[in-house]
């Protein structure tokens, strides 16, 4: 075959890939008619409508209601109860006649006691019984309340955590377009050097040959910048995701997100507010506490309670006609053997305790080694951007140069096609180092613990 041939063949296969580029490109077209949405509204998005935001906040009533819950302890529990029976059994009988204050002389006759006659009782009974003194309830309220705080703290944790993702997913989108806008620039380039290279072919100053290395160039661009389109739409549906909006959603992001200064001058006045500030080293401080009420819990079965009780009742054979009658008095019960069940779970309380203390111990390790190692990324992100934007500019020039030069008949294709690749990878490079300044600049605000 021969290269005229081989020319023409590429032709046709890079008209099919224009087309098949166009169709992608249309697809995220609508995303041009909605209004920029920034970092901080994609935040503020996924923190409103999230799952794992809704299952939070919900977990946190949950907590709110356990407390109020296990507060009705300190309060009296009042009954209310109305019953009707009949019977001949001497004993219901004996007692309802009682109960009544119907009782008579002729009702202690023996063969009366025996065999009685069958008996009506309506009753109504009103009971009220408060606690006086029961340790398990305060102990109970405790827990419940640090309960509470840690769904407080997991809260923040989800919202910490969110903030980090979609700070990371929007970096993501936004360096996948801006790869698609590079690589719809090295197409342009690529074609305008394409025409470059036909026409001083058509001038017999280049062969064949060099057309068809533009060629193979120009068709590889093309392919480069379908994928980058297609990385952007997944990049974009992930960013959807954590905002709880629908997957095919196409939002305009704004392109140029801040990083937020931070100083990282005192990496140990970082750390302390790391401690201070991180919700993981609340949260283990909290279940630590949570541990030490669990023990509260454990002693309060070897203390006594005691309980004040009253009723009331009304008491008649017929439902219109009754007798009153009430009755008050407390009860103290002590647990005196109960097969040591109670002495293992105080045992277990303990342990629970420890284990919680060496587990806030490793939250707090791990705290400041966050801290650490979001410094480190972060300097290397600031340095690496440095480098890019200096890399980029220096590619540019080099490009204008070289193709001068190529213009001119003073260098080869090859030339001219590395240094194109040399300004493709210097420009996707210095994209990804800015962003990588704003995630890590994200990371370690998550590391800190700020929201």
Do not use: C
């Not at 001497?90 to 002729?106: D, G, I, M, N």
């Not at 703290?153 to 990371?168: I, N, P, S």
């Not at 690496?384 to 001119?408: K, L, N, P, T, W």
Request: charged residues 25%; aromatic residues 4%; glycine residues 4%.
């Amino acid at each position: 075959m021969s290269a005229r041939n081989i020319i023409e063949a590429l032709k046709r296969e890079t008209h099919l890939v224009v087309l098949v580029l166009f169709a992608s490109l249309f697809v995220a077209l609508p995303a041009s008619a909605q209004a920029p949405l920034s970092l901080s509204e994609a935040i503020a998005r996924a923190k409103a409508h999230n799952p794992d935001a809704g299952a939070a906040a919900a977990a946190e009533r949950e907590a709110a209601e356990r407390v109020t819950q296990v507060r009705g302890g300190y309060l009296p529990r009042v009954d209310v109860a109305e019953s009707w029976q009949r019977g001949n059994n001497p004993v219901f009988v004996f007692s309802s006649l009682l109960a009544q204050r119907q009782f008579t002389t002729a009702d202690l006759a023996l063969d009366a006691l025996n065999h009685p006659d069958a008996t009506n009782n309506f009753r109504t009974a009103v009971s009220v019984e408060q606690s006086l003194f029961d340790r398990t309830v305060s102990a109970n309220v405790r827990a419940a309340s640090i309960g509470r705080d840690m769904a407080a703290t997991g809260k923040r944790l989800v919202d910490h955590d969110l903030t980090a993702a979609v700070t990371d997913a929007f970096g993501r989108v936004l360096i996948a377009a801006a790869t698609v806008r590079s690589a719809a620039a090295t197409v342009e380039a690529a074609r305008a050097d394409r025409e470059l290279t036909g026409n001083r072919r058509d001038a017999g100053r280049v062969t064949d040959a060099d057309v068809l290395q533009l060629d193979v160039y120009l068709a590889r661009t093309l392919e480069q910048q379908v994928q980058a389109t297609s990385d952007e739409r997944i990049a974009r549906a992930r960013l959807n995701q954590l905002m709880g909006e629908p997957l095919s959603t196409m939002f305009s992001l704004d392109l140029t997100p801040l990083a937020i200064a931070i100083d990282i001058g005192s990496p140990a006045s970082l750390e302390e507010e790391a401690l201070k500030n991180r919700p993981e080293v609340a949260l283990a401080l909290q279940q630590e506490q949570l541990a030490a009420a669990t023990v509260d819990a454990a002693h309060a079965a070897f203390l006594p309670q005691v309980t004040a009780e009253g009723a009331w009742e009304l008491n008649g054979g017929a439902w219109n006609s009754r007798s009153s009658s009430w009755v008050a008095g407390a009860v103290a019960r002590i647990n005196l053997f109960n097969g040591f069940a109670d002495k293992a779970r105080l045992a277990e309380a303990r342990e629970q305790a420890t284990r919680r203390a060496h587990e806030k111990e490793k939250a707090e390790t791990m705290a400041r080694l966050d801290v650490q190692i979001a410094i480190a990324r972060l300097e290397a992100a600031r340095a690496s951007e440095a480098v890019g934007r200096a890399a980029a500019d220096q590619a540019r020039e080099s490009r204008r140069i070289i193709r001068d030069r190529y213009e001119s008949g003073l260098t080869d294709a090859a030339m001219l096609l590395r240094s194109a690749d040399a300004v493709q990878q210097a420009d996707a490079q210095q994209i990804a180092a800015r962003v990588n300044v704003i995630t890590a600049t994200a990371t370690l605000q998550r590391a800190i613990g700020r929201p």
